[in-house]
């Protein structure tokens, strides 16, 4: 019997827990190919001024002009313009995530 109040007790505190990570929905959002090498260039390029958008948000035929718009902000702002490769890199993470088209 004693050990049915214990084990109810662990199950309501993992049960609270379980709730209170949940009133942080920050934490929760999921971008495509985590952990990848492509979505850490992605995230360090793309979260300097703003949190870097979902890859759905803009179709592959969109995100192109995109990427130029922030590379504009970016030297207005006197922020290092991002090399070729890693922007080119951005554009492939982006293109094969994107919205499909409609
Ligand atoms: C130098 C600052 C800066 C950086 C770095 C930056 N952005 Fe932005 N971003 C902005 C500003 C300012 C706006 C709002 C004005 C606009 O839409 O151009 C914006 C808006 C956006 C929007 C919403 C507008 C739209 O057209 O949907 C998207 C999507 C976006 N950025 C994607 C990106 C991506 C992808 C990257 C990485 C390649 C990036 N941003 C990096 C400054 C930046």
């Not at 009133?23 to 870097?52: I, W």
């Not at 002009?65 to 993470?93: F, G, K, L």
Request: net charge positive.
């Amino acid at each position: 019997m004693k050990c049915i109040a214990l084990l109810s007790g662990i199950i309501l505190v993992l049960g609270v827990a379980g709730c209170d990570s949940g009133s942080h929905p920050k934490q929760t959002v999921d971008y495509p190919e985590m952990g990848s090498q492509a979505f850490q260039n992605y995230r360090a390029l793309c979260s300097v001024c703003h949190v870097p958008p979902r890859t759905t948000t803009h179709t592959a035929a969109q995100w192109p002009s995109v990427i130029a718009r922030m590379q504009q902000h970016r030297v207005e702002r006197r922020i290092a313009p991002m090399a070729a490769d890693r922007m080119a890199a951005v554009r492939e993470y982006l293109l094969r995530n994107a919205a499909r088209e409609r």
